[in-house]
């Protein structure tokens, strides 16, 4: 037993060790869609979840650090016009759901390490910036929202060409959140959970994909 003991306080030194070493992180973000319309101003939010683990360099071309993102797009109900979708990918990178984190909130140029990041981060308790240019998320519609190969882009300049006249995109704006992670996307796209991750036509592969979506444009986390 008095074996067992050194072993396991051996153990919890090592493990904290390791943490203090490569520490991680996990932060929330939500991210607001305002769109004006002429019957008033529309809006949809979600908070989406970023985690950051670091670790040792294992290969000279292996990067220090793993970044994971949990949540959803952003859904706006602009009632008989339709519904927008902001997904968790951009047209600059299909990484945007923790990139519009990271761009919108960079680290001072003094952080020049991963776990410089991590500790920088997670000292972080508000902020909110609004995303213009290339950090927009990639804006989409379904022409029949249970057919996910309807999919349409949107285009963030020009919202009336898609829902109408007087609709225009108002603003899309991130901050720092302590609120839980949004789920509940699957309420209003019924095929999202069937689909399994795949893409949106249902196959494996991107070839012949609509737009090259899949399911995690949509949601990532404990359901995909």
Do not use: C
């Not at 101003?41 to 908070?47: E, F, Q």
């Not at 970023?50 to 220090?64: E, F, H, I, R, S």
């Not at 995303?131 to 029949?144: I, Q, S, Y």
């Not at 995109?169 to 509940?184: Q, Y």
């Amino acid at each position: 037993m008095k074996i067992l003991g050194i072993i396991g306080i051996i153990i919890v030194a090592v493990v904290g060790l390791w943490m203090w070493k490569y520490p991680s992180g996990t932060w929330h973000y939500k991210m607001t869609l305002a769109v004006q319309t002429p019957e008033g101003m529309k809006t949809g939010s979600v908070v989406r979840e970023v985690y950051m683990q670091t670790g040792p360099k294992t290969l000279p071309d292996a990067g220090t650090s793993y970044l994971a993102v949990k949540g959803e797009a952003v859904v706006v109900d602009l009632g008989q016009r339709g519904v927008i979708f902001a997904l968790l990918r951009s047209d600059k990178t299909v990484d945007h759901g923790y990139y519009a984190f990271l761009d919108s909130f960079p680290t001072p140029k003094s952080v020049d390490s991963s776990v410089g990041v991590v500790k920088y981060y997670n000292s972080l308790k508000t902020g909110k910036a609004e995303m213009t240019g290339d950090n927009l998320p990639m804006l989409v519609r379904f022409k029949d929202i249970n057919d996910p190969k309807s999919v349409e882009r949107v285009d963030p300049s020009n919202l009336a060409a898609t829902y109408g006249e007087g609709v225009s995109l108002k603003s899309v704006t991130i901050e720092i959140a302590d609120e839980p992670v949004t789920t509940g996307i699957e309420k209003v796209l019924g095929w999202l959970i069937p689909l399994k991750g795949r893409y949106l036509h249902g196959e494996h592969t991107s070839r012949g994909a609509p737009l090259g979506l899949y399911g995690g444009d949509f949601q990532k986390g404990d359901n995909q």
